[in-house]
């Protein structure tokens, strides 16, 4: 099994320029998650997908972040325009089972793509 | 509100049996997870706690106490390549399937 895919895995870009993350979940997973990690905040969660459906998007800062799954191995986070404080590790993760009852269906997470806006 | 606190930082030597404590205020509590973040790489899984009592599992071993909202990560036979950040997260119960993180402890294990 390849794993949650994410790329890039590095992006230097600079403020008031669009930014597409873009992430491949476990293939069978129907929940996404889109995370963000700073060393001030720790791990938020931005929104998360079930069945490509957004369920939960409370956590997405603001309007200049949007995230959308066309379908069940697509996601995007896009955020117009970029700012210094984006700058962050923003995960995918997926799983099949969110709530992780039997331990077994957990969130698996991608390797993270290292946003730096200057 | 919902809280997790756990240590910011903590040190250890090798080969050593070190405990990561946990404890949680939330509105609800389904289970609490425990992962494992080497510095630049992703969180992996590492442990599920419903029920109280302690889960062994190889060195490592997580305990729950749902009635104290205390959870600890116990590493036995500390090695150096267990260096990385901890995190403690719950599973709320809400409607929503939110987990909710604490902001880890850093372990560094010393020769």
């Known amino acids: 099994d390849a794993g949650v895919i994410q790329s890039p895995r590095h992006e230097v870009t600079e403020m008031g320029q669009e930014v597409t993350l873009r992430c491949k979940p476990i293939?069978?997973?129907?929940?996404l998650f889109w995370y963000r990690q700073t060393m001030m905040r720790g791990l938020e969660l931005l929104i998360y997908?079930?069945?490509?459906?957004?369920?939960?998007d409370s956590g997405m800062p603001e309007d200049r972040f949007s995230a959308k799954m066309p379908n069940a191995s697509f996601s995007t986070l896009k955020i117009q325009p970029s700012e210094p404080r984006d700058s962050a590790v923003y995960f995918c993760?997926?799983?099949?089972?969110?709530?992780?009852?039997?331990?077994?269906?957990?969130?698996?997470f991608g390797p993270g793509t290292r946003l730096t806006v200057l | 509100g919902q809280n997790i606190d756990q240590p910011t930082e903590m040190t250890a030597t090798e080969g050593a049996i070190v405990q990561i404590n946990c404890t949680y205020q939330?509105?609800?509590?389904?289970?609490l997870f425990w992962y494992q973040q080497h510095a630049g790489e992703a969180p992996t899984f590492l442990s599920y706690?419903?029920l109280d009592g302690l889960e062994e599992k190889g060195r490592f071993s997580s305990f729950l106490s749902r009635s104290k909202g205390y959870s600890y990560l116990l590493l036995k036979e500390l090695q150096m390549k267990d260096s990385a950040s901890y995190l403690c997260a719950v599973d709320n119960a809400g409607n929503n399937r939110k987990l909710i993180w604490g902001l880890g402890t850093s372990l560094a294990v010393n020769p």
């Open positions: 993760a997926s799983s099949s089972n969110p709530k992780g009852v039997s331990g077994t269906d957990t969130q698996y």
């Open positions: 939330t509105s609800g509590f389904n289970g």
């Open positions: 293939s069978g997973h129907d929940y």
């Open positions: 997908f079930n069945n490509n459906v957004p369920i939960d």
């Open positions: 706690n419903v």
